[in-house]
């Protein structure tokens, strides 16, 4: 029997598949400081392990650190450019991986594993739910985010020590993330990554398995 979908659900569908990372969009316009609580408050409603909250978002909005760390990127990407050759090397070469001047605005965000205790309901036998919990709570203000209107975009090329010293982390707080957000000209209908070639999206079917996992 088919259901009917609420005008909530088909939004929250809709949010969903609108979400991008974004690179190349950003307008540099300020995220007003209303929308930007209400993103926040939506990363910090996630759910997490044992109640634990172990996030925290770090705001970045002054211009010399951003250019530091787009400097920081910039030299990881060429460094993994050099280890590309033939055609891996000529996609590559076309896909931007950072917006983090471009935006003015970046989220740094950390796991701290020591928040909720020694012993934290539900990590006793996979450490990592604490991570996860975190990265629920980025996928809850990137959905946010969308629903706003603003782009963001998930930095990776760099490294953790060089981040956490930027931005005065202690050294039991690991950075997860640095998400660009802000204002953009438009949400692509493709992700980058498939628009120029690197990877295209797999068929549900591919990953779905009944009772036991069965190879492909």
Same mark, same amino acid.
């Given at each position: 029997?088919?259901?009917?979908?609420?005008?909530?659900?088909?939004?929250?569908?809709?949010?969903?598949?609108?979400?991008?990372?974004?690179?190349?969009?950003?307008?540099?316009?300020?995220?007003?400081?209303?929308?930007?609580?209400?993103?926040?408050?939506?990363?910090?409603?996630?759910?997490?392990? +044992?109640?634990?909250?172990?996030?925290?978002?770090?705001?970045? +909005?002054?211009?010399?650190?951003?250019?530091?760390?787009?400097?920081?990127?910039?030299?990881?990407?060429?460094?993994?450019?050099?280890?590309?050759?033939?055609?891996?090397?000529?996609?590559?070469?076309?896909?931007?991986?950072?917006?983090?001047?471009?935006? +003015?605005?970046?989220?740094?965000?950390?796991?701290?594993?020591?928040?909720? +205790?020694?012993?934290?309901?539900?990590?006793?036998?996979?450490?990592?739910?604490?991570?996860?919990?975190?990265?629920?709570?980025?996928?809850?203000?990137?959905?946010?985010?969308?629903?706003?209107?603003?782009?963001?975009?998930?930095?990776?090329?760099?490294?953790?020590?060089?981040?956490?010293?930027?931005?005065?982390?202690?050294?039991?707080?690991?950075?997860?993330?640095?998400?660009?957000?802000?204002?953009?000209?438009?949400?692509?209908?493709?992700?980058?990554?498939?628009?120029?070639?690197?990877?295209?999206?797999?068929?549900?079917?591919?990953?779905?398995?009944?009772?036991?996992?069965?190879?492909?």
């Amino acid at each position: 029997m088919s259901t009917v979908r609420l005008p909530a659900a088909a939004n929250l569908y809709d949010v969903i598949h609108r979400r991008r990372d974004t690179r190349r969009e950003f307008t540099g316009v300020p995220v007003a400081p209303d929308v930007l609580e209400r993103v926040l408050g939506a990363a910090h409603a996630a759910p997490s392990v +044992g109640m634990s909250q172990p996030w925290d978002f770090i705001l970045v +909005g002054s211009p010399d650190t951003l250019t530091r760390f787009r400097d920081h990127v910039m030299r990881e990407r060429d460094a993994f450019a050099a280890s590309l050759d033939g055609e891996r090397a000529d996609t590559f070469a076309r896909i931007k991986v950072e917006g983090i001047c471009d935006s +003015g605005l970046g989220i740094v965000v950390g796991y701290d594993p020591t928040r909720g +205790g020694p012993q934290v309901l539900g990590r006793h036998a996979i450490d990592d739910a604490g991570l996860y919990s975190v990265v629920c709570a980025i996928q809850n203000l990137w959905l946010a985010a969308t629903a706003e209107g603003l782009g963001v975009g998930w930095v990776s090329f760099y490294r953790e020590e060089f981040l956490r010293d930027l931005v005065g982390m202690p050294s039991h707080v690991r950075p997860v993330a640095w998400l660009c957000v802000g204002h953009v000209s438009e949400l692509p209908g493709t992700p980058d990554l498939e628009r120029y070639g690197w990877r295209d999206r797999s068929p549900l079917q591919t990953v779905v398995h009944q009772e036991r996992y069965s190879p492909r």
